[in-house]
Nanobody, 121 residues
Framework: QVRLVESGGGLVQAGGSLRLSCAAS????????MRWYRQAPGKQRELVAA???????DYADSVTGRFTISRDNAKNTVYLQMGSLKPDDTAVYYC???????????????WGQGTQVTVSA
């Protein structure tokens, strides 16, 4: 029943900015950590940024200073503001969250379907 849906991906020129959104829906009791991953063809999926329920954020070295993760708990939504984009940022970006469903006693990991981000030179 719980779903994560990403939006905001697209084509952008190097040096530009893009904002990704991920909204959780369904019978949700609470959401713990929320994260953004990305995966380029032929490469491993990597953690880009993570944010705790209290707002503490961590970033991959490759995006530190350029990306900002944030969340709106009232909307069950996490955002990734991406600036100074580079061609190496091109990938499918996935939202991930640890979520307590209403009928569950523990938290489970959920994944969105991914959104494509393409950065041209």
């Amino acid at each position: 029943q719980v779903r994560l849906v990403e939006s905001g991906g697209g084509l952008v020129q190097a040096g530009g900015s893009l904002r990704l959104s991920c909204a959780a829906s369904g019978s949700i009791r609470s959401i713990r950590a929320m994260r953004w991953y990305r995966q380029a063809p032929g490469k491993q999926r990597e953690l880009v940024a993570a944010i705790s329920s209290g707002g503490s954020a961590d970033y991959a070295d490759s995006v530190t200073g350029r990306f900002t993760i944030s969340r709106d708990n009232a909307k069950n939504t996490v955002y990734l503001q991406m600036g100074s984009l580079k061609p190496d940022d091109t990938a499918v970006y996935y939202c991930n969250a640890a979520i307590y469903a209403l009928r569950d006693s523990g938290a489970y990991e959920y994944w969105g379907q991914g959104t494509q981000v393409t950065v041209s030179a």
